[in-house]
């Protein structure tokens, strides 16, 4: 943990507070600049546009993830494995290959528009690869199995247990009734670390925005990228990734008083 | 049993898959009694339960209550409430929000809400925890809790579903009481599943007996206890020493009864004839040991022996094949020491004698205690 963990991350905090030599580099004199220029320069914005962007992602994610999870812990034992089955099987492939694959899907000259010009749908090939919608639609695809998994977690735990929905039953609650005030507060842990589990990786996304957005969608991620790789300005990418690392950790601690509550074993002692 | 009937099942039969678990099920309960369904784990109980509150749809037949058909009503709709065995409290509620959540699906104003919570939890005397967190309550706090959450719909029927099994013996006394105070208070009908005889027999007006979803019999504790039905209700109702044995003889309302051990009578009971096999029941509080008044069945020799205050509880052994349990008034301790020899004794009009059932005891005799014969 010290080893991979800390001393990287110690390092690019240090050098987060160093100066930027005038050919790249870094320079070892402390100084505040590369956060204060975080703040000041147009570069706030991108995190303001990432944090955004990873909000809707993870929201999207949610409301999609949420019915198919529960279809899959209600299911019976056999649909339920093959459904599971379905859910992982992308973690088999590198998500490059896959953000590849959605490329291919929706290019200009992909599967999508060839279908929909051959049935005569369209006339015109749909321009859809390259947009921001492009970008939300990668990132929605690469992250969905991150939320299914703890939310079906969640759910199983709560079908597990079909008394709640029964007292629930019992005292006068319909199915959406039960639905809001049982279930749903007794998944609280699984949306809590699905939405965590989504929301990390994408602020710190960057190659989804730059294939599927073809460089028109700056994120946090690409443009601390583009300090370190492009700009050579590593100080100032360090800052960046300080600045996200810092929310992170925020996010964590907030999220953790909702996910650490067993719920279900303790009601049931 | 005055008053209108509150709970009618009318030929109910329930199949899960391809197994029929409750077989042409009928029996009424009136408004404001206190039954329960006592029977061995796997016997029925409380699929029958679950077909009043509407978590199980009835395969066959009609459940009613106050008159009113329920097939085909879901349990939300239904003016029942329960108790659950693990009392199944919302963990991620309080006791307050618990409590109150029958009345708030009602949409009843929070004002009314508090005023009701604040009664029901005075009714199970935990006024002081309306805001403790369910897992900061011990195993009797939490049966309380659902017992509030329940009564505070003000059902017309309160279904409990072995309640108490979860607690200790001491704990299990107390709540026994309080809800048979709680069932007087609320003068609403309970209907309540066990299979602890004990309890069924200390709390119930009427208790009806199952077996393998079929009703053996429906009567009060004092019918159950002194007139039994069959073998089988005798000896879950009770404790009973039982003998396979051949009916040789009708003489004068009684019938003489061969067993493999002794010969003996009987009251005639309907089933007797000369050559059918019956199954002869005695109640250990029904025998005597040693006294010269009137023939020995049989003798035997003391191979144990519990004093418990008033009572001495004694195991006779006739041979390998045959021990005898005894409940023997006596006070001195001195009486009936291990290995004597005893005469055993008892009146003819303290036995009974069933027709043998297919599913019977293979053994000359077999002692069925209360809790053994409960398949716990």
């Known amino acids: 943990m010290i080893v991979f963990f800390g001393i990287p991350n110690l390092y690019m905090l240090f050098i987060s507070f160093m100066q930027v030599g005038g050919y790249g580099g870094i320079v070892y004199h402390f100084t505040l600049a590369n956060y204060h220029l975080l703040f000041h320069w147009i570069e706030f914005k991108v995190i303001v546009d990432s944090l955004i962007f990873s909000v809707i992602v993870t929201a999207v994610c949610l409301v999609v993830a949420y019915p198919f999870a529960y279809i899959i812990a209600t299911s019976p034992a056999r649909r339920k494995l093959i459904l599971l089955f379905l859910v992982i099987v992308p973690f088999w492939t590198s998500s490059l290959i896959r953000t590849f694959a959605l490329m291919f899907l929706i290019s200009t000259e992909g599967f999508i528009n060839s279908v929909l010009l051959d049935f005569h749908i369209i006339h015109q090939p749909l321009n859809m690869l390259y947009t921001l919608g492009a970008t939300y639609l990668g990132q929605f695809y690469s992250m969905l199995p991150y939320m299914i998994l703890p939310l079906y977690a969640s759910l199983q735990g709560v079908m597990d247990h079909p008394e709640y929905m029964e007292a629930s039953r019992d005292l006068g609650a319909g199915a959406s009734k039960t639905f809001w005030r049982v279930v749903a507060p007794l998944t609280i842990p699984g949306i809590a670390t699905g939405s965590l589990l989504v929301f990390i990786p994408t602020l710190g996304t960057f190659f989804i925005p730059l294939l599927m957005g073809g460089g028109g969608v700056v994120l946090v991620g690409n443009f601390i990228e583009s300090q370190f790789l492009a700009a050579d300005n590593w100080p100032f990418g360090a800052a960046a990734s300080a600045l996200v690392i810092v929310i992170t950790l925020l996010l964590i601690g907030f999220s953790s008083r909702y996910m650490n509550n067993a719920f279900l074993e303790e009601g049931n002692a | ?376």
């Open chain 2, 1 to 376: 049993m005055s008053g209108s009937v509150m709970i009618g099942l009318h030929g109910v039969t329930k199949n899960f898959a391809h197994t029929q678990v409750i077989r042409e099920f009928s029996l009424d309960i009136y408004q404001g009694e206190f039954v329960t369904l006592l029977g061995a784990s796997g016997s029925g109980k409380t699929t029958i339960l679950r077909m009043i509150a509407g978590f199980e749809e009835v395969s066959g037949g009609r459940v009613t209550i106050d008159g009113v058909d329920m097939t085909g009503l879901p349990a939300n709709l239904r003016p029942v409430n329960s108790v659950f065995q693990n009392y199944a409290l919302f963990p991620h509620l309080n006791v307050y929000d618990n409590v109150a959540f029958g009345l708030r699906i009602k949409k009843f104003p929070e004002k009314l809400i508090k005023e009701r919570v604040r009664e029901s939890l005075n009714m199970v005397g935990l006024d002081a925890f309306a805001t403790r967190r369910i897992r900061q309550l011990s195993g009797g706090q939490q049966q309380r809790v659902a017992i509030a959450r329940a009564i505070i719909n003000r059902p017309k029927v309160l279904l409990l579903d072995e309640p108490l099994s979860a607690l200790d013996l001491k704990l299990r006394k107390e709540m026994q009481l309080e809800l048979k105070r709680l069932h007087r208070e609320l003068g609403i009908t309970f209907v309540y599943v066990t299979h602890d005889q004990e309890e069924a027999m200390s709390m119930s007006d009427r208790i009806g007996v199952l077996a393998h979803g079929e009703l053996l019999q429906y009567a009060s504790p004092e019918e159950l206890y002194a007139n039994p039905a069959s073998a089988a209700v005798a000896s879950f109702v009770g404790e009973t020493n039982l003998f396979d044995g051949t009916v040789v003889d009708i003489v004068k309302g009684y019938s003489v009864i061969q067993t493999r051990h002794f010969l003996t009578k009987a009251p005639v009971a309907e089933g007797h004839a000369v050559g059918s096999a019956v199954v002869l029941s005695v109640r250990p509080e029904a025998i005597r040991l040693g006294d010269s008044v009137g023939a020995p069945i049989c003798r035997g020799i003391i191979m144990e022996r519990i004093f418990a205050g008033s009572l001495i509880r004694i195991w006779v052994r006739v041979d390998e094949a045959l021990t005898i349990q005894c409940l023997i008034h006596g006070t001195r301790n001195d009486e009936f020491p291990i290995g004597e020899e005893v005469d055993v004794i008892w009146e003819p009009n303290h036995s009974l004698a069933f027709p043998k059932e297919i599913k019977s005891l293979s053994e000359d005799s077999q002692l069925l205690g209360s809790n053994e014969s409960a398949g716990q």
